[in-house]
């Protein structure tokens, strides 16, 4: 019988901007909503980012976070995945601030540097709500999101032994498999680890079927039966790379911080519709869709009565 497919549900991120949607979840109250809409329509992990209220831009502040984090944990079950990865050109500090106070079950982490491009939205608007967001995009032309083994190493000793946290490892590339093998090579990262496969970011592996068939053998060679994988694909990619996840027997991603959209040119009017519309994707396929129990138990996390809100 097949796994359970586990559905992480990404709400708002911390790449779009205001203007991008009118969805986009961006103060405490609509993220709080966007998220628990989402665990009630399937997804069993939530993956945070925090934006200020009245600006919309990514906030690392663990003060935002805490104005809902204990509201999404009140009104359910859902495993809370706290973002590492904070906004571009954050320092590393900045963005470990928030889950090093929260103390969650589980947080992102980026495994290696890479060209972060988001600039190319710029073509898409005329107009801008808010005067940081065509300057955000532009920094990106010239910008390496850095994630060395030094800073990934210092999240690890932080997050994960000093909190009991662990990860949800994002790869962008191939090279993010083999750094991540070094890590567990060297006893700092212990089994059952869950990898989350990234496609289509411009700097990382392209949205191609290839890419993701290859990336997956060399997860199968490196780890074996050690691992959960997991898949988002960003843009209109998004549902297609969900679902040969699923067929795969792998896990997947979906939510606004990949995709704005729920079919061509249309706008998701909230992250739960994302939701709803794979998991039907994924039962229609003859699979089931795991409980935030049997996601717990598949990534021997600590449980939400070890956290810190």
């Known amino acids: 019988m097949a796994k359970p497919v586990i559905i992480t549900c990404?709400?708002?991120g911390g790449i779009h901007t205001p203007t991008m949607s009118p969805h986009l979840p961006i103060t405490p109250s609509q993220i709080a909503t966007a998220?628990?809409?989402?665990?009630?329509?399937?997804?069993?992990?939530?993956?945070?980012?925090?934006?200020?209220?009245?600006?919309?831009?990514?906030?690392?502040?663990?003060e935002t976070f805490m104005q809902f984090l204990p509201v999404i944990k009140q009104s359910t079950d859902a495993v809370i995945n706290i973002s590492t990865g904070g906004g571009l050109g954050m320092t590393i500090d900045e963005r470990l601030a928030a889950a090093t106070s929260a103390s969650p079950e589980m947080a992102s982490l980026n495994m290696g540097s890479l060209n972060f491009g988001i600039f190319p939205m710029l073509e898409?608007?005329?107009?801008?709500?808010?005067?940081?967001?065509?300057?955000?995009?532009?920094?990106?032309?010239?910008?390496?999101?850095?994630?060395?083994?030094?800073?990934?190493e210092y999240a690890l000793k932080t997050l994960g032994e000093g909190h009991g946290t662990r990860f949800e490892f994002e790869c962008y590339d191939l090279g993010h498999l083999y750094n991540l093998a070094w890590f567990v090579d060297k006893g700092m990262v212990k089994p059952p680890f869950f990898i989350q496969m990234v496609f289509g970011i411009l700097g990382?592996?392209?949205?191609?079927?290839?890419?993701?068939?290859?990336?997956?053998?060399?997860?199968?060679?490196?780890?074996?039966?050690?691992?959960?994988?997991?898949?988002?694909?960003?843009?209109?990619?998004?549902?297609?790379?969900?679902?040969?996840?699923?067929?795969?027997?792998g896990n997947l991603r979906v939510g606004l911080e990949d995709s704005l959209y729920i079919g061509p040119g249309k706008l998701a009017e909230s992250n739960a519709d994302q939701v709803r519309k794979i998991r039907g994707i994924v039962e229609s396929l003859g699979l089931t869709i795991a409980t935030p129990t049997e996601a717990r138990q598949r990534l021997a996390l600590k449980g939400g009565d070890m956290v810190k809100f």
């Open 10 to 12: 990404a709400p708002t």
């Open 35 to 62: 998220a628990i809409e989402a665990a009630e329509a399937g997804a069993s992990i939530i993956h945070l980012h925090a934006r200020d209220p009245e600006t919309g831009k990514p906030d690392p502040r663990p």
């Open 124 to 152: 898409k608007y005329s107009e801008w709500q808010h005067d940081w967001e065509p300057e955000f995009l532009e920094m990106t032309r010239d910008f390496i999101f850095p994630n060395t083994f030094k800073t990934i």
């Open 204 to 249: 990382g592996v392209g949205a191609d079927l290839d890419n993701l068939m290859h990336m997956h053998s060399i997860a199968q060679k490196l780890f074996g039966d050690q691992y959960e994988w997991s898949v988002l694909a960003a843009g209109r990619h998004q549902m297609s790379f969900a679902t040969q996840s699923a067929m795969l027997g």
